[in-house]
C-alpha cells in the first residue's frame, strides 16, 4: 500500500516538473472556460449534437463501403502505391487551409481555447469573422474526406482523434457564428440572460460539444466519454451540455446504424463477437 503510494506520488512530482506537452498542463487538450453557458444555448447545443451523430452516420457507411472495396478489389495488391497517393493527397489539401497544416492535437487545443486578448488569434478576430468560418466549414469538409479514405490503409492508426478535430471545427464555426449574432443584435429577446456582459458566447465551448457529439457519432462511446471531457475542462457546471452532446449524438446515430466504426470493422472483417446488447438463439446441439 505505502509502495503504491509513493510511487504515485513520485509520478505526480515527476509530471509536475517534466512539462510533457510544453503547455504548463498535463492534459493535452486541458481548457478553462472564464464564461459560464447561458440557458438559451442548449438549442444551438441540442442542432450541434445531431449534427455530429450524422456525420457518424455518414462516416461509418461510407467507410464500411470503401474498406469492402478496398479487400475485394485490385487495391489490395498495392497497399504501399495506396498510402503514397493517400498522403500526397491529404499533405496537399492539409497545405491549403491554415486549420490543417498543423498537428492534429495542436489545433484541437486552439479550437477549444477561450480567447484571450494577450494571445490573438485569427479566430478571435472579429474582423475576420466570415473568412474565419469559411475556412473551419472547410477544414471540416476536408478532414471528414480525408478521414474516410484513410481509416482502413495498411498503416497503424486510430479514429479517436479525428473526430474530435472534425467536431471541434464545425462547433468552433458555429460558436464563432453565435457570438457574431449576439453581438450584432444584443437586444433580442433570445440573448436577454448576456445584458450584464457585451460578450457572453464561449466558441470554445461549442467546439467541445461539437467534438463530444462528433466522437460519439463515430464510436458510440457514452459514459467514459463524458468524464474524460469532464477531465479536459475540470469544471462541472459544463458537464450538463456535454452530457446533451453525448445523449442526443448517441440517439441519432442510433437511429439510422446500430453499432459503431468498430462493429462495423468487426462485421466487414467477419470477426467473431457477440455483442452484450444482442440476443442470440441457438439451435445446433452439441455432440456427445
Known sequence: MWRTFYCSSLAAVILMYINPFHTGKLVIFQVTFSKPWVTFELIPFFFLSIAGG?????????????????????????????????????????????????????????????????????????NKTGITIVYLLLATLIRFTLVMVTFGIRVPAGVFIPPLAIGASLGRAVGILMQYIQITYPNNSLFIECQKSAVCINPGLYALVGAAATLVGFTRITVSLVVIMFELTGELSFIVPIMLAVLVSKWTSDAFVKGGIYEAQIALNQLPFLDNKSEYRFTTRALM
Do not use: Q
Request: charged content about 20%; some cysteine; hydrophobic content about 40%.
Open 54 to 126: 450524422l456525420i457518424g452516420v455518414v462516416f461509418i457507411k461510407i467507410n464500411s463501403r470503401i474498406n469492402y472495396y478496398r479487400k475485394t478489389s485490385w487495391l489490395h495488391k498495392y497497399p504501399m502505391k495506396e498510402i503514397m497517393f493517400v498522403a500526397a493527397v491529404s499533405a496537399l489539401f492539409n497545405y491549403i487551409n491554415p486549420y490543417l497544416r498543423g498537428t492534429t492535437g495542436s489545433l484541437i487545443a486552439e479550437l477549444l481555447a477561450e480567447c484571450d486578448p494577450a494571445h490573438p488569434s485569427d479566430l478571435c478576430d472579429s
